[in-house]
């Protein structure tokens, strides 16, 4: 059975860093791409980073969080990380990780498994 889970997810201020984590279970994570996406209240849900498959893998990130967000992918754990740096307030919502064939966060129909979600929550 394919699952994802994500932990990690807090409540913090500005500034401070986070890192999220996504356990895949029932299949291999190097073989698909996995996305990193957020939904903040009453807002659509939008990708912030991915990572393709395979060895070596190229990542894309959005713009807004460019040098403060970063993907990596474990293999021997199954895992992929978002680190998160310098948090702003703009960063708050849920962030789920999503498996599909390709690496894009241009929408969220390329993904075919969901995880669940976590709350990351910035204010002062």
């Known amino acids: 059975q394919v699952q994802l889970v994500e932990s990690g997810g807090d409540s913090v201020q500005p500034g401070e860093s986070l890192r999220l984590s996504c356990v895949a279970s029932g299949f291999t994570v190097s073989d698909y791409a996995i996305g990193w996406f957020r939904q903040a209240p009453g807002k659509e849900r939008e990708g912030v980073s991915c990572?393709?498959?395979?060895?070596?893998?190229?990542?894309i990130h959005r713009n807004s969080v460019l040098g403060r967000l970063t993907i990596s992918r474990d293999d021997r754990r199954n895992t992929v990380y978002l680190q998160m740096n310098s948090l702003e307030v703009e960063d708050t919502g849920v962030y789920y990780c999503a498996a599909g064939p390709g690496c894009t966060i241009s929408t969220a129909n390329a993904y075919n498994y969901w995880g669940q979600g976590t709350q990351v929550t910035v204010s002062s």
């Open positions: 990572i393709a498959s395979g060895s070596g893998p190229s990542t």
